[in-house]
């Protein structure tokens, strides 16, 4: 889960887009959120933001933070995760490992970096880039 807030509002989302590696001599978390997420708001918001990786149990409530929008829904409420302030951010008790990340810089997708034309005709039919 990637996760942006703090204890007074925070929201979370299932991430599969994104790579753990290294840019500019620091390690680094590489993560896309469309903007239409609301999870979007909170990392646009707070310098921070947590990413939280879970054991194979948790699957369903992974599925459900995917599918479900945190404008709609309480999602620990409704997944049985337990919200824990860390570092100034906030993650989950049941996390099995937690990373506490700080934004160094962002960048838009725009279609016209796509090489392969298939990736905006598979990925982005409805252009919410």
């Known amino acids: 889960l990637v996760t942006?807030?703090?204890?007074?509002?925070?929201?979370?989302?299932t991430v599969s887009w994104g790579a753990l590696g290294e840019i500019w001599g620091k390690d680094a978390a590489f993560i896309f959120i469309r903007?239409?997420?609301y999870t979007y708001e909170f990392t646009e918001n707070?310098?921070?933001?947590?990413?939280?990786?879970?054991?194979e149990e948790y699957r369903k409530a992974l599925a459900f933070c995917g599918r479900n929008s945190g404008r709609d829904c309480d999602k620990a409420n409704e997944t049985g995760l337990t919200p824990m302030e860390i570092d100034g951010s906030v993650s989950?008790?049941?996390?099995?490992?937690l990373i506490v990340l700080?934004?160094?810089?962002?960048?838009?997708?725009?279609p016209e970096g796509f090489i392969d034309e298939t990736i905006d005709e598979k990925c982005y039919?409805?252009?919410?880039y």
């Not at 942006?4 to 989302?13: L, Q, V």
């Not at 989950?92 to 490992?97: D, L, N, R, V």
């Not at 700080?102 to 725009?110: E, L, S, W």
């Open 102 to 110: 700080r934004k160094v810089a962002y960048q838009d997708i725009k």
């Open 35 to 37: 903007p239409q997420r």
């Open 46 to 55: 707070n310098e921070l933001f947590t990413l939280s990786f879970f054991g």
């Open 92 to 97: 989950f008790e049941e996390s099995e490992i």
């Open 4 to 13: 942006a807030g703090n204890e007074n509002g925070f929201n979370t989302m």
């Open 125 to 128: 039919p409805h252009k919410d």
